[in-house]
Structure formats: C-alpha cells, structure tokens
C-alpha cells in the first residue's frame, strides 16, 4: 500500500509506503514520553496532583513500554502479512491523535502545559498524512478505518478514564 503525494499534476508521483508513517509515530511515541518526561511538571507530577496521589515513575514507564511494545509488534505484523491486518497499526494510530486531543484539552482546561501537548503535533500531522493520501483516496477500506477509529479512540477513553477511577477512589 503506498501513500502517492505530488506537487504538481502531471508529473511523476513520489510514493511512500504506509508503513513509514506507521513507523512515524514509534518515533513521535518516544519523542511524546520524553516529552512528557522532562516538559512543565511533568506527566507523573500532573497525575499524582490532579488524580492518583500513589502514581510512580513506574507506573509511567510500566504503561509506556507495554503501550509501544504493543505499536511495534502492529507495525511489524503489518508488515508481515499486510492486508486486512492494517486495522492494528491504524488503531494506534488513532488512539495516539485522540491521546493529543486529551493533552490539548487539559491544556485549556488547566490553562497551563499538559505535557505531551507539543509531540502530540506530531500525531495529527502524520494522521493527515495517513488519512488524506490513503483513507480518503480508498487505499484503505473505509469500513477497517472505522473500526480502527472507534477501537483506539475507545483505549483513548479507558486510558484516560482510568484516571478518573483512580481520583474518585482517592477522595
């Protein structure tokens, strides 16, 4: 499956296949934890202070490298097999642009840096990219980029929803 992008019509297509944006947002990934490792107060800070007094650095660490493990084993089955196995990397994809609409939310929620919020830039480019020049040109059947949406926009929810059970069970 390639993603063609040109400048100009009719001319030779430049073609890129889908796996290097999959691949893309490994690196975005690791760029966001360091991100929301170093940036303002930092991801843990925020969590212990607004939802879970007793979150660790290894809690942290813990969920990430499931969380990429998780991104990379996609990719690599994707690459593998290839054809409908595509709504694995999409659902990362997905779950990961939503996870930026979150860090923005808090954000203006919070009116102040939620960490993740700079990297999560990087999401929504490649997710353009993704859904300009192979969802909308029919590269991909719209029917797996639906469920692939709902699938990582629903983790999106559990993930940052568990936060949520945590605040309530503290108080």
Do not use: C
Request: hydrophobic residues 55%; charged residues 10%.
């Amino acid at each position: 499956m390639n993603i063609v992008i040109t400048t100009i019509e009719n001319t030779s297509n430049v073609s890129l296949p889908i796996t290097l944006f999959f691949w893309g947002y490994v690196v975005a990934y690791t760029i966001h934890i360091i991100d929301e490792s170093i940036l303002g107060e930092t991801f843990v800070v925020m969590v212990q202070k607004n939802f879970w007094p007793e979150y660790k650095w290894k809690h942290f660490f813990g969920f990430n490298t499931l969380l990429m493990s998780l991104i990379i084993f996609s990719n690599i089955l994707y690459e593998i097999f290839g054809g409908n196995l595509i709504i694995l990397p999409l659902i990362f994809v997905f779950l990961l642009a939503t996870n930026g609409i979150w860090h923005l939310l808090a954000t203006i929620i919070q009116k102040k840096y939620s960490p993740g919020l700079v990297t999560s830039i990087i999401y929504w480019i490649l997710f353009y990219f993704i859904f300009r020049y192979s969802i909308l040109s029919g590269q991909i059947v719209l029917s797996i980029s639906l469920w692939a949406g709902i699938i990582g926009t629903l983790l999106t929810v559990l993930m940052i929803g568990s936060f949520f059970v945590f605040k309530k069970r503290f108080k």
